[in-house]
Nanobody, 120 residues
Framework: QVQLVESGGGSVQTGGSLRLSCAASGYTYSSYCMGWFRQAPGKEREGVASIDIDGSTTYADSLKGRFTISRDNAKNTLYLQMNSLKPEDTAMYYC??????????????WGQGTQVTVSS
């Protein structure tokens, strides 16, 4: 059974940093593309970043340079380092796993989310 458990959210002031973690279990972690998504109140869920099984990464254009996604296959853990946070980054952040084995980033498994709140 796939389980994705996020942690590391919280409240910070503008310009602060947070590192989110996602502990994965129930499958061969290194064999699937992983990603982070977020959803702000009243808005649709949007993609933040993804990391493929070979370590290649993609980011939402608006977040390049501030957010960094990484994965530790030995620890079955996904990370999102968020720097220079802005109030518009306030959202629930979700960890996601691809449905397809071996590198297709077709996300279909989701964690419960961790809240990030940035105050001005």
């Amino acid at each position: 059974q796939v389980q994705l458990v996020e942690s590391g959210g919280g409240s910070v002031q503008t310009g602060g940093s947070l590192r989110l973690s996602c502990a994965a279990s129930g499958y061969t972690y290194s064999s699937y593309c992983m990603g982070w998504f977020r959803q702000a109140p009243g808005k649709e869920r949007e993609g933040v970043a993804s990391i493929d099984i070979d370590g290649s990464t993609t980011y939402a254009d608006s977040l390049k340079g501030r957010f960094t996604i990484s994965r530790d296959n030995a620890k079955n853990t996904l990370y999102l380092q968020m720097n220079s946070l802005k109030p518009e980054d306030t959202a629930m952040y979700y960890c996601a796993r691809a449905i397809t084995y071996g590198g297709s980033c077709d996300f279909g498994y989701w964690g419960q989310g961790t809240q990030v709140t940035v105050s001005s």
